[in-house]
């Protein structure tokens, strides 16, 4: 019996423009209830952005946010990590001397801080993750640990960026999600190892798991689930770890296989 469903968002959940059906979605979570199933947004995304995109039922899901660093529910922080602000101060001035320009997502309890200077667009753009945004002239003045630091590079330079990063493989987890972005955060904290902890607290096994996913940071929380979905639209890398290949995430295949799979056990 399938007890736990988490959905990757952005390529998997999400739309191009970046939402969902949510008709679709309002007569599926019934069903979720009537069949005692939890879901879960598992994401990149800052919580609040989360809560934002679910809007009334943002108080009823689980939220496994900020690239797995946090885990939330309720309106309830159940679980954070942090990088200690020393390793990552050093992680932004390496990043800010590998002559790429990109821009810098420096998250903390307090919010997402950018640099003031930051293009009106790329403020944007971020916006699209995060709710909760702070801009100071340098991100040196930053002095709170982080929560995770992220990396936008919007000509898709990242696997380029990664390299610099190497010295501090031993004291972070760091992936290129994709061409554009990299996230970094508190060693051996990614989603498969946050998904665990949320396995635990709800006493759901991997065998009562189901996951959806599309990026490289999608691997391990496919790892984690008995059923495994990768979406049409995956990176070959991220299908080759999943059991099934599902629809494109433009046609609600979420849902959909959701809807279907629930169908097999309805009470």
Not at 89 to 97: S, V
Not at 135 to 159: G, H, M, Q
Request: charged share 25%.
């Amino acid at each position: 019996m399938i007890k736990l469903i988490i959905s990757d968002l952005d390529g998997t959940f999400l739309n191009k423009q970046g939402d969902y059906d949510r008709e679709l979605f309002a007569r599926i979570y019934q069903k979720m209830v009537h069949n005692d199933v939890h879901f879960v947004a598992c994401t990149g995304k800052q919580c609040e952005r989360v809560e934002e995109l679910f809007g009334d039922y943002s108080d009823k899901i689980w939220i496994v946010g900020d690239s797995a660093t946090a885990i939330k529910y309720n309106g309830e922080f159940i679980y954070r990590s942090f990088l200690r602000n020393e390793l990552g101060q050093k992680i932004i001035k390496t990043l800010k001397q590998t002559g790429i320009d990109h821009v810098i997502v420096a998250c903390t309890e307090k919010g997402a801080v950018l640099e003031a200077d930051t293009p009106e667009y790329l403020k944007q753009k971020m916006r699209q993750s995060y709710t909760n945004i702070l801009e100071v002239d340098d991100l040196s003045a930053v002095t709170d640990n982080f929560v995770k630091i992220t990396v936008y590079d919007e000509n898709e330079r990242c696997p380029e960026i990664r390299p610099h990063l190497i010295p501090y493989e031993n004291e972070t987890y760091i992936v290129v999600s994709e061409a554009a972005w990299i996230d970094i955060t508190e060693q051996n904290v990614h989603k498969g190892n946050t998904i665990k902890k949320l396995q635990q607290i709800l006493d759901v096994s991997y065998q009562q798991t189901m996951a959806f996913g599309d990026g490289y940071n999608d691997i391990e929380l496919l790892e984690q689930a008995e059923y495994s979905f990768a979406m049409r639209n995956a990176f070959d890398d991220t299908k080759a770890v999943a059991k099934f290949i599902t629809g494109f995430n433009t046609e609600s295949a979420v849902l959909k296989t959701i809807e279907l799979m629930l169908a097999l056990q309805e009470k």
